[in-house]
């Protein structure tokens, strides 16, 4: 699979993934205007582009309050990032080219007010995305918000997801109705972050094309 040429289908105005980006983004703006005054640290787990967070902070009134870091295997699309964020004068934005599975990663920035994981849980086995959302209590601050997508082919896992948040500490704020092929889901957490835990390994990135042989 080429990563930046997939993502190219966001710029098909009429496709489920393009109506799924302008989601994430509105609820990004809703999730920072709801943020507490200071500094705001944001991570993205395989990041993309940054077309979500980047076309959102510009502009947006708590822009320079915040830190981010998007994680992105594909060295391209790490670089595109980089431009977006240093043309827009987004100085607290990096983009790094790694493994966004690697817990390492997320040193100094974790618990984070904003996760991101986002075209993730479509890619990856069922117990990957549970490994993903136990370590989004490493990755979250207390009050902080997850916000994940996940398409609603059959099984639909919408819903599964949904339990795997509120069991451990998240409370459903919104989430796509059934009728959304390409769901778009915020948690936020009520719990107290636990410790990262360098060194491990939260998922395998399948790709959708090849989940249902793997599953």
Known sequence: MDWQKWQDRYDDPDSPLA???????ERIRLALDDCP???LRVVS????????LLHVLPGHRRAQ???????ELDPRNVDLAAKAARSA???GVEAIAADAALLDHYAG??????VLVCGVFGNIVDGDIERTIDACTQLCATGGRVIWTRNRRSPDRVPLICDWFE???????????PDEHQAVGVHRFTGH?????????????VGYDKLPSAT
């Open 19 to 25: 109506r799924r980006l302008l989601t994430v983004r």
């Open 37 to 39: 005054p200071g500094p």
């Open 45 to 52: 787990l395989c990041a993309g582009q940054g077309r979500d």
């Open 65 to 71: 309050d915040v830190r981010a870091r998007l994680v």
């Open 89 to 91: 004068g987004l100085h």
């Open 109 to 114: 920035m974790a618990p984070a007010e904003l």
């Open 167 to 177: 069991t451990r500490g998240f409370e459903r704020e919104w989430v796509t109705g």
């Open 193 to 205: 972050p636990q410790p990262l835990q360098r060194g491990t390994s939260i998922f395998t990135f």
